[in-house]
């Protein structure tokens, strides 16, 4: 789920399957204050779960870059998960629809 709550601002949370089979739970606020084209630029900053080799598997905090492409209907979420410690970093690349 993503609430834009200005230009700039908005909220995420959501879950998934990470690449380790166990689920992620996340909350963030996703901060792009530049944009180029028709792209926001920013980053993503909040906390999430379920990676063992990072808090046993708890809550920690993360950070990320991303940049985000809305249209009037569908849009997408590119971010960079960065390589740290146990952790193989990634592409994060989340679809969405606007329900209204």
Do not use: C, H
Not at 17 to 31: D, E, I
Not at 57 to 74: D, I, K, Q, V
């Amino acid at each position: 789920l993503e609430l834009r709550t200005s230009d700039a601002v908005s909220l995420m949370a959501g879950y998934y399957v990470n690449s380790m089979r166990r689920y992620t739970q996340y909350v963030a606020v996703n901060w792009q204050p530049w944009t180029l084209g028709g792209w926001r630029l920013g980053a993503a900053v909040g906390v999430m779960n379920g990676y063992p080799a990072v808090a046993r598997g708890g809550t920690f905090f993360a950070a990320l870059p991303m940049a985000s492409y809305e249209g009037a209907r569908f849009g997408v979420n590119v971010g960079l998960i960065p390589s740290i410690k146990d952790v193989d970093g990634a592409l994060v690349i989340q679809f969405k629809m606007r329900l209204r």
